[in-house]
């Protein structure tokens, strides 16, 4: 069965700094992974997604993240960290080829920028 | 486009009561899904959907019927409120499988 961990369920980082949110997945088959944002009160943004193309994704914001097969890792970073990103970031794990259609999420890691 | 809309946005139930979820998405998207979000558990699945007239079951299906005769709309119901099910619910859709989903702005249930 597929799942996901987001290691640290809040991060807090200083304004200008390296933002590196942790999530690591787990699936029998080639997996869909992806980032999401969720700002208060409000639904899920989607950030990026790799979707076994280039390794190395690029999204929205200047965040992006690294697919890394033997670590089973897809960690989400942005170089410097801006006010605006505070928010609540969720992994997401989706079975490429099993031909389940389901979104696993992970619990969340809520991101506090300090000025 | 709208994207994907819900209503209403909050609710408060009694326990035992009934109700209907409304959820609509206007990009024609394949996919549609319900999630429950509750602090500290992230979003957990309760009904998804691959298709008209097709649907199946999440992580958390007890206590809630699904039903997709349109493309367009994807109804989640409470069969009979309990507290257990204070949440925020969330609708998304997406166009196929590997597409990200998009998510509706939410519907905040308390079941008192």
């Known amino acids: 069965a597929q799942s996901v961990t987001q290691l640290g369920s809040h991060v807090s980082v200083s304004e200008g700094a390296l933002v590196l949110l942790r999530c690591n997945y787990s699936?029998?088959?080639?997996?869909?992974l992806f980032w999401y944002v969720q700002y208060p009160n409000q639904g899920l943004q989607l950030l990026l997604k790799?979707?076994?193309?280039?390794?190395l994704v690029k999204g929205i914001n200047g965040f992006e993240a690294e697919f890394k097969k033997s670590e089973t890792s897809f960690h989400l970073t942005k170089p410097s960290a801006h006010m605006s990103d505070a928010a609540e970031y969720f992994c997401?794990?989706?079975?490429?080829?099993?031909?389940?259609?389901?979104?696993?999420f992970g619990t969340g890691t809520r991101l506090k920028v300090l000025a | 486009n709208a994207g994907v809309t819900q209503t209403p946005k909050f609710q408060v139930l009694k326990t035992g009561q009934s109700m209907t979820l409304q959820c609509a998405q206007d990009?024609?998207?394949?996919?549609m899904s319900w999630y429950r979000q509750d602090p500290g558990m992230g979003l957990r699945l309760i009904h998804y959907?691959?298709?008209?007239?097709?649907?199946d079951q999440g992580e958390v299906p007890n206590g809630y019927n699904v039903s997709r005769s349109t493309t367009e709309d994807f109804p989640l119901r409470l069969l009979s409120a309990a507290p257990s099910q204070t949440s925020v619910y969330f609708c998304a859709s997406k166009k196929r499988q590997g597409y990200g989903y998009t998510f509706g702005s939410g519907t905040r249930l308390t079941v008192v």
């Open positions: 790799y979707t076994s193309a280039a390794t």
């Open positions: 959907s691959v298709g008209a007239g097709i649907t």
């Open positions: 997401a794990v989706s079975d490429g080829d099993s031909g389940t259609y389901k979104y696993i």
């Open positions: 990009m024609n998207h394949e996919y």
């Open positions: 699936s029998s088959v080639p997996p869909y």
